[in-house]
């Protein structure tokens, strides 16, 4: 997988690349968009986990997911219906 060419990983493949470099550089604010969608059970852990450990280390995660256990692991839900603003709840 090193020495493919993006264009020929897979989409978990490029996904996992794409959060990796994005976390090269501890940043302030990680936005994620569907960051574990296609992705196993065990890698899904593992993403979990890497996000978590930049979480503990005070990094604010705003992440889109339609996941029912990554919605249900929230610590804040917005909810957003037809581009307006219809739920916040901690």
């Known amino acids: 997988m090193l020495t493919q ?4 990983l897979s989409g978990g493949e490029k996904q996992r690349v ?8 501890t940043p302030e604010v990680l936005l ?3 960051v574990t969608a296609g992705l196993d059970a065990d ?6 986990r890497l996000i978590n450990q930049y979480r503990d280390q ?9 996941d029912e ?11 957003i219906k037809a581009g307006r603003l219809e739920d916040a709840h901690e």
Do not use: C, S, W, Y
């Open 32 to 34: 994620l968009d569907e």
């Open 18 to 25: 794409a959060l990796i470099r994005n976390l090269m550089f």
């Open 58 to 66: 005070g990094v604010t995660v705003i992440a889109v997911t339609h």
């Open 5 to 8: 060419p993006i264009t020929e």
């Open 69 to 79: 256990t990554e919605i249900t692991a929230a610590e804040q839900l917005i909810t």
């Open 43 to 48: 890698t899904k852990a593992v993403v979990h």
